[in-house]
């Protein structure tokens, strides 16, 4: 059996310089996914067009949209590239070049030229889940993601505050505190 190798890490993007290649249908979706996690994220979309959907989305979150065809003058100070043109060729100069920088980067629909995943997210307050198939099926993420809303009760939220609250209270060692916080959370299962 195949393993997904892929390790899970939350990125503070309100930190990070993200820019987006294209600004088509895929660049919505990319653009839509990760304001919908990261609403004050720092976006730029560079594209010869964009689609009427994206400059409305643009224009209510802090995305700044540059008219124009791709360079690698773009990828200067950003931390994260997501390619989504309809130009293969484009696609694969953008990944070259943000190698060549250090620069993460993830080519829609393209899993060998990606050096992250964007899966499936589940968000309830200060709990969040995310979900990988390992690029080989985003649809099933989807459904996973679905599912996972449906089961998590809203107020998981108000459980992580409490548990929060809790464990600023135990005293002793480190040890300690794990034994009674898994003490108390062993219940949910």
């Given at each position: 059996?195949?393993?997904?190798?892929?390790?899970?890490?939350?990125?503070?993007?309100?930190?990070?310089?993200?820019?987006?290649?294209?600004?088509?249908?895929?660049?919505?979706?990319?653009?839509?996914?990760?304001?919908?996690s990261s609403p004050n994220a720092h976006v730029t979309v560079v594209s010869l067009t964009f689609l009427p959907e994206l400059v409305a989305l643009a224009k209510s979150h802090k995305v700044h949209l540059v008219?124009?065809?791709?360079?690698?003058?773009?990828?200067?100070?950003?931390?994260?590239?997501?390619?989504?043109?309809?130009?293969?060729?484009?696609?694969i100069q953008v990944y070259k070049d943000c190698k060549d920088r250090n620069i993460l980067i993830n080519v829609a629909d393209n899993p060998p030229y990606c050096d992250f995943y964007m899966g499936g997210i589940v968000t309830k307050g200060n709990i969040k889940i995310a979900i990988s198939t390992n690029g080989k099926s985003p649809t099933l993420a989807k459904r996973l993601r679905q599912f996972f809303e449906e089961v998590i009760p809203n107020d998981i939220d108000d459980l992580a505050k409490n548990l929060n609250k809790f464990r600023k209270t135990i005293k002793g060692d480190f040890s300690n505190k794990v034994a009674e916080m898994n003490k108390l959370t062993e219940k949910l299962l």
């Open positions: 059996m195949e393993q997904n190798e892929l390790y899970p890490i939350f990125l503070k993007v309100t930190q990070l310089q993200v820019l987006i290649i294209g600004g088509g249908n895929v660049g919505l979706e990319k653009l839509t996914f990760l304001l919908k008219e124009d065809s791709y360079n690698d003058s773009f990828l200067m100070g950003k931390h994260m590239v997501i390619a989504t043109t309809d130009k293969i060729d484009v696609n």
